[in-house]
């Protein structure tokens, strides 16, 4: 696996490999990685002639300072991890080479997909989103670049992204992968104690639950619902839940025939901050 840690070296390595008519899959990640990381990784290399790996965490998508002093850095096992996936190529730049001496966002407008869900409650996020995974794309050239479902918000914003400033790569979508009890795999799920950790499958347990409920009952119902079944559950606190359509993030109260829905929540487990999703419909 070759590691570069600036842009110029790394765009010179790939460029070399396009003039041999290489296709690039590119997996964006913030470190602290995970199977369900190396499952995109894996998705890529099917795919692909040969797969890229960023590791870098975006200051300016974080809208709590402590969120980004408390994200784990674990690049030593992380660097493991890619080795034993086959990994060819990890990209590991400093905010420096990111940012410059400008650690700002750009401002986009992704037509209102940004103000539904974690828009609402993190100030700023999408902005940073938007920011570095434009940057990065600009950096790698990839043909297709590959994301989780578990933040199928930020994926439909990339979309929205690509469409909009007519970028050359395709954007992948990937189902959430889960551990055995159901918790959709993330970063922050370390950070959890041993008795939130306990807690925590009862979200996807009652994520199964709506998809069962959808369709017999209508969204404004199944939302009254979810708030009750979580004032049983003491070590969780729920911050949202929405029943929404696909395509434009928006909140529905009733169901259309023509229309794809999913549910979103977002849920603290002490201060620990989990998100997960399902689609509401039996393919």
Not at 254 to 282: M, P, T
Request: aromatic share 10%; proline share 3%.
């Amino acid at each position: 696996m070759k590691i570069f840690i600036t842009k110029t070296e790394i765009k010179s390595y790939l460029s070399s490999l396009k003039e041999q008519n290489k296709s690039i899959g590119f997996v964006p990640t913030m470190g602290a990685l995970h199977q369900g990381h190396l499952s995109l990784i894996k998705k890529a290399q099917q795919k692909n002639d040969l797969v890229v790996v960023s590791v870098f965490v975006n200051p300016t998508q974080f809208d709590k300072k402590e969120d980004l002093i408390n994200y784990p850095k674990t690049i030593e096992n992380d660097t493991k991890l890619l080795k034993s996936v086959s990994c060819d190529v990890l990209f590991l730049p400093s905010v420096e080479e990111i940012y410059d001496n400008n650690v700002t966002s750009e401002r986009f407008d992704f037509d209102g997909l940004e103000h539904q869900m974690e828009g609402e409650f993190r100030e700023g996020h999408f902005d940073g989103v938007g920011t570095i995974v434009k940057t990065l794309f600009e950096i790698i050239t990839p043909n297709k670049a590959y994301f989780g479902e578990k933040d199928f918000q930020q994926l439909q914003i990339i979309k929205k992204m690509v469409a909009k400033h007519r970028l050359d790569v395709k954007v992948k979508g990937c189902p959430i992968f889960r551990e055995e009890d159901g918790l959709a795999m993330s970063s922050r799920n370390t950070r959890l104690t041993e008795a939130h950790r306990n807690a925590a499958p009862f979200i996807y347990e009652t994520l199964k639950k709506v998809r069962k409920k959808f369709g017999t009952n209508n969204a404004l119902e199944l939302t009254e619902w979810v708030k009750n079944q979580f004032k049983k559950q003491p070590l969780l606190d729920i911050e949202y839940f929405m029943i929404a359509d696909e395509k434009t993030l928006k909140p529905t109260k009733y169901q259309e025939s023509d229309k794809k829905y999913r549910a979103f929540i977002a849920v603290f487990a002490g201060n620990i901050r989990l998100i997960d999703n399902i689609s509401l419909h039996k393919d």
